[in-house]
């Protein structure tokens, strides 16, 4: 067996990383400067990561200075078969050659794309799936999905927990818990705590909470004093993205599939981010053994980053009208072709499970080096999406931003490009491609150690100096 990493070692640039001097180098600086003129000020990754992008590979991206860095990134995990995986640009060259825009009607592609989907989902959705495409953003997604299931059941009240994130538009923004993006009325959605058993809400410790928390979803959905009413949905992350890589302890999504079944709630799942063999299984909700109701699709669906977004859902929830979720772009048929290209080489490579040997691999790798590193308070993930949470003290946990900012600063200067997130800005984020190599994954994990090593024995005067 060759463990995938043979297979996968000729989509990267070589060597990588591999910078030609200081970053940002003058040619990103230029267009750097140029883009803080003509664009918004809500742009966001280019000032934690200043540089400009000029080509990728694999898990490896060039910049306009020439230098290559290693994506832990991976276009906010979209990027599961990494940058222009040949195979799937081929198809997707091939298709634009043909037909790019169709709206929803039926075209071979499209139906190609719909029946691989289906042969993968799990439980009885495989059966009883049916497909909705809307706009081609995750976003989009939630909304079809928020919409589907309110019009189902004729509720308005939405469950959704602290830590959350389903996207930008209004109806998704309203079921994401962070308030400095949320400005929207949020009167019909009710957030209740994740398992966030690192900083349990409850202040329970997980060899002994009895899942409190998932109880205490269970009263906010039956009491009929909980002030919610009966919801139209729950919506959950099998794994929280953006809120700090968070992971479930095991039962706890069993036991919301359960409640949820209990008392006729639509159980939606945000599979955006954890979908498409990122986890180690195809999807995220996978590792639980639970059929969710609904599921929202999107990020690695277009093969390598075209947009596309989806919901798959149990065909007794189709009691929408027709035409009651259109949209001009809900056809992009070079994404929908990429995409079952895509699928075709998770299968032939074994892509989940090359991602899941890969993700204990840097679980092991991180908790070993991180053993030593005092400001590292708890390393988390399954497959590979993963986070290191940072704190100024193991003991009180208090989280520890400015060095987190600090980590991801000192890592783009070694050639590493990392994300940071979670409900205080203090987890650094991997979500590499999954076609990385063993060889690569070790080399980021080092470059990422000796970043926090640098950095978190920087005295404090200097920090404040600097
Ligand atoms: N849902 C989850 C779990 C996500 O991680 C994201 C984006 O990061 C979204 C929804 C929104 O997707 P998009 O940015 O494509 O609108």
Redesign the pocket.
Known sequence: MTDGHDQFAGLHFAPAPDLHGPVPGPRSVALLDEQAALESRARSYPRAVPIALEEGRGATLRDVDGNTFLDFFGG??ALNLGHGHPVVAAAATAQQRRLVHALDFPTVSKNALMRSLKDRLPGALRRTARFHFGGP??????EAALKLTRTHTGRSPVIAFHGS?????SG?LSVSSDTSYRRTDAASVQFVPYPYCYRCPLGLRPDSCGLACAKLVETVIADPHSGTGPPAAVIV?PIQ??GGTVVPPPGYLAELRRMTAAHDVPLIC?E???GFGRTGSMFGADHDGIVPDVM?L??AIGGIGY?L?CIAYDEALDTWEPGAHIGTFRGHQVAMAAGVAALEVMDETDLPGHAGRLGELALATLRDACATLESVGDVRGRGLILGVELVRDRETREPWPELTAEVRRACLQRGLIVEVGGHFGNVVRFLPPLVITRELLLRGLEIFTEAVRERERVPTVARVAA
């Open positions: 906010a995990g953003t995750g976003s989009d997604a939630v994130y389903h996207g930008m538009t998704a992350e993205g953006e945000d955006i981010q954890t929202t999107s990020k947009p977004s």
